[in-house]
């Protein structure tokens, strides 16, 4: 049977291994970058139809056979982090603004005092790796349901603790965002848990979005504010997220 998750990523493993006429996508006057940008609405029209709202496969325990490997950042250095963390996260707060009628501003406690989803699901990193690990969170669409959505609200945007790139310009968080649709789908949560145990900090701690059908760049960590919003055109570079302002698909679904 045709494995399209493989397919999809042995075909960016390959990309980013050894071809190097990809090397200029990254470019913001790539060619080749527009060329795939060109075509990623109709690369996300056929995810959809392909997917439907189809569960990502999940696991049994006894397929975690390793930890967890950390992606992207793994151990924010900025004053309020630190201070939480070392606090035990116990003056953390989650917000949730933009087109809402409800903004919340949610405690670690209050989070993890809601209905909770547990899930054991395989992360998929465009570099190529792979690990499967239990997940525990509070689905998405709980939290976004109390902040009340209005009708024009089209995204969920994450912003993130972990500065990504520091310059005489000053401090680029991480920033990601998925539709509503993915937000609201039974698999999208906010973990903080992991594999039985707190979240640990190299893994986003004290919470993390899991949205199981796409690459794991999308999977934010560190969130502390989710925006609801219309457009995505003054987010960063307007692309939608750090990685896809800098060639990456932002509808990485696989």
């Not at 049994?60 to 004053?79: C, K, L, M, T």
């Not at 109390?146 to 991480?174: N, W």
Request: hydrophobic share 40%; net charge neutral; aromatic share 10%.
């Amino acid at each position: 049977m045709f494995d399209r998750r493989k397919f999809l990523l042995g075909g960016a493993a390959l990309a980013l291994s050894g071809c190097k006429v990809f090397d200029s996508a990254t470019e913001g006057d790539s060619a080749l970058r527009k060329l795939f940008a060109s075509h990623e609405s109709l690369t996300q029209a056929a995810q959809r139809a392909l997917i439907g709202e189809k569960l990502a496969p999940e696991f049994s325990e006894a397929d975690i056979r390793q930890g967890q490997r950390p992606n992207g950042s793994v151990n924010p250095d900025g004053a309020d982090y630190r201070r939480m963390a070392e606090a035990g996260f116990r003056d953390y707060r989650l917000t949730v603004a933009g087109l809402v009628d409800a903004p919340q501003s949610l405690s670690l406690a209050e989070l993890t005092a809601l209905p909770s989803r547990t899930q054991i699901t395989r992360h998929d990193c465009v570099e190529g790796w792979s690990c499967i690990a239990k997940w525990q969170g509070v689905p998405l669409g709980t939290v976004l349901k109390m902040a009340q959505p209005k009708v024009t609200a089209r995204y969920a945007v994450f912003h993130c603790f972990d500065a990504i790139e520091r310059s005489l310009s000053g401090e680029v968080f991480y920033y990601e965002s998925i539709d509503l649709i993915d937000a609201f789908h039974p698999q999208t949560i906010l973990a903080y848990a992991m594999n039985g145990a707190p979240l640990p900090v190299a893994n986003g701690a004290p919470l993390r979005l899991r949205v199981e059908r796409q690459l794991g760049y999308k999977m934010a960590k560190y969130v502390h504010t989710i925006e609801l919003t219309d457009s995505l055109a003054s987010l960063g570079f307007g692309k939608g997220s750090y990685w896809a302002d800098r060639g990456y698909e932002w509808y990485a679904g696989i």
